[in-house]
């Protein structure tokens, strides 16, 4: 079980009626969704329909314009903090350094979460291995290829674990086996009770996921929108 779960089936992760206004246009409004304990949302929609944009909200890099997000019956702006800390976002861009091999990478996220560097260290290799890295584990981040290094950000789900995963097309630039490996660690985390939001415009298996077209909460264009 994940630190920080409640039990099983009563819903621990609320939004309610969520605006989003970016460059001065609502995106989408009136969102609901509710996540229980092992639960996933799939969000999918055109571009430019607001997924990323939920995602941020979701991780609290993004103010909503309006309703509320809870964690466990808590508004999560009352303790930011605590809810910085329960999230893993994988945005679009990969957090890889060039200087720093793969290996320092992962350990870096897994000593952030492990005290004891012992633990840090096994969680860092159990990581690389499951994500097919332990062969690249000396590789500075600059001799990556566009899936190495999204395999890189994948391993860190692993080696620091956390209860929310917030993922923004996370099978981009993977190869057929990756996406394999990455639907069974998403199936882990959430037999573990793990909550997952995931965007994509591709295939993954996500058993029993909610499904969130954020199209369909696109406001009628506003007075100014129109011509
Ligand atoms: N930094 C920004 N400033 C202003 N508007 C933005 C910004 N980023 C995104 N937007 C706008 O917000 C809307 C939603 O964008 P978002 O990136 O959330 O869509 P998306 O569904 O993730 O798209 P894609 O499938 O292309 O990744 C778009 O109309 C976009 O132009």
Redesign the pocket.
């Known amino acids: 079980m994940v630190p920080g779960m409640s039990d099983p089936g009563s819903p621990l992760f609320l939004g309610r009626r969520l605006l ?1 206004r ?4 609502n ?1 989408f409004a009136g969102l609901d969704f509710a996540l229980a304990a092992g639960g996933a949302l799939l ?1 999918l ?12 909200i979701l991780a609290g890099l993004l103010k909503p314009a309006g309703g509320q997000l809870a964690w466990a019956g808590q508004d999560v702006t009352e303790d930011p903090e605590a809810h910085a800390g329960r999230c893993h976002y994988l945005g ?1 861009h990969d957090a890889v350094k060039p200087v720093l091999t793969v290996a320092e990478m992962v350990r870096f996220w897994a000593r952030l979460h492990h005290d004891d560097p012992l633990v840090a260290d096994r969680a860092t290799l159990a990581a690389l291995d499951r994500f097919g890295l332990a062969h690249l584990a000396d590789m500075p981040g600059r001799m990556l290829s566009a899936g190495q290094k999204r395999r890189v950000n994948l391993a860190r789900l692993l080696a620091a674990p956390s209860p929310l995963w917030l993922l ?2 996370p099978t981009t630039a993977l190869d057929r086996a990756s996406i394999a490996v990455l639907e069974g660690v998403l199936a882990e985390h959430r037999a573990g009770g793990g909550l997952v939001v995931l ?1 994509t ?1 591709a295939d993954i298996a996500l058993p029993d996921a909610t499904v969130l077209r ?1 199209d369909r909460f696109a406001p009628a264009p506003e007075a100014e929108d129109l011509p």
Not at 22 to 25: H, Q, Y
């Open positions: 989003c970016r460059g001065g246009r995106v969000l929609g055109p571009n430019g329909a607001g997924k990323s944009s939920l995602l941020r679009h923004d097309e965007s415009h954020l």
